[in-house]
């Protein structure tokens, strides 16, 4: 699926994986009917239930990509929700000059790392 918008980028849809857990694709950026080149990614994984139990944010560039964050659903109760998640994202620029390490986005500096994994349960109220 594809659609240009008003300020002249695209953005578009793509859907693999398998019947049991489908992900979807979607891009923004600078291209066309043909695909977006240049520009950011999210994709969503999902169970057997329709449940998202995965989120990966990314942007690319041709085929040079960087991850910016994602998480990801475990202990799935009853129904298919995801009860704990694993976060991970790369810190946003501390303000200062440095040049960014090999691998990471413009926006981090060289001394930025990513913080390590951490499970968070989710909430009662949330449920």
Not at 37 to 46: A, I, R
Not at 95 to 120: E, F
Request: proline share 8%.
């Amino acid at each position: 699926m594809w659609r240009e918008l008003a300020d002249g980028t695209a953005e578009t849809w793509s859907y693999t994986g398998t019947v049991s857990n489908p992900v979807v694709t979607h891009r923004r950026g600078a291209g066309s009917r043909t695909g977006v080149t240049k520009g950011s990614q999210v994709q969503h994984t999902y169970n057997r239930t329709g449940h998202e139990v995965a989120h990966m944010e990314s942007e690319f560039d041709g085929a040079t990509q960087v991850t910016l964050g994602y998480w990801f659903g475990t202990a799935p109760d009853n129904s298919g929700r995801p009860t704990r998640f694993e976060t991970m994202a790369i810190r946003p620029t501390t303000g200062t000059s440095s040049t960014p390490a090999a691998g990471l986005p413009a926006s981090a500096t060289a001394t930025d790392q990513p913080p390590p994994i951490r499970a968070m349960p989710l909430s009662a109220s949330t449920r």
